[in-house]
């Protein structure tokens, strides 16, 4: 008999509620659950009490960071996949992103179906 899959789990860390939800909208075409975060530090703090299949967070942000919160991140976790977003195409701010362990990132404002495209990849077993 073959077991249920397990529902994945996306956290999308903004501070901005309207992206939030459209986020959560794009993402519920996966039959995943879908966790939220005002800003890196209310991230962290949920991530030290479950663990999520893959991180959305955006660059900046008030308390911390899309940066700060990753460089924090990779010292416990080193392999939740993250997608980063961000108003700014900054080729050095990317350079940053990348080198802390950020995957994929999308340059707001975004189509659904780039973020759907990553998230579809990150997602498979």
Same mark, same amino acid.
């Not at 962290?44 to 924090?72: C, N, S």
């Given at each position: 008999?073959?077991?249920?899959? /397990?529902?994945?789990?996306?956290?999308?860390?903004?501070?901005?509620?309207?992206? /939030?939800?459209?986020?959560?909208?794009?993402?519920?075409?996966?039959?995943?659950?879908?966790?939220?975060?005002?800003?890196?530090?209310?991230?962290?703090?949920?991530?030290?009490?479950? %663990?999520?299949?893959?991180?959305i967070t955006d660059r900046a942000m008030p308390i911390m960071d899309g940066l700060e919160f990753l460089k924090q991140l990779r010292r416990e976790? %080193?392999? %939740?996949?993250?997608?980063?977003?961000?108003?700014y195409g900054d080729e050095e701010l990317w350079a940053s992103a990348v080198g802390l362990g950020v995957e994929d990132y999308i340059v707001k404002p975004f189509a659904a179906d780039d973020v759907l495209k990553i998230v579809k990849v990150k997602l498979r077993d």
């Amino acid at each position: 008999m073959k077991s249920k899959p /397990r529902v994945k789990k996306i956290l999308v860390v903004d501070d901005d509620v309207k992206m /939030r939800g459209l986020l959560k909208e794009i993402l519920s075409t996966f039959s995943c659950e879908v966790l939220e975060a005002n800003d890196g530090q209310e991230a962290l703090d949920l991530l030290a009490k479950q %663990t999520v299949d893959l991180v959305i967070t955006d660059r900046a942000m008030p308390i911390m960071d899309g940066l700060e919160f990753l460089k924090q991140l990779r010292r416990e976790d %080193t392999q %939740t996949p993250v997608l980063m977003l961000s108003a700014y195409g900054d080729e050095e701010l990317w350079a940053s992103a990348v080198g802390l362990g950020v995957e994929d990132y999308i340059v707001k404002p975004f189509a659904a179906d780039d973020v759907l495209k990553i998230v579809k990849v990150k997602l498979r077993d």
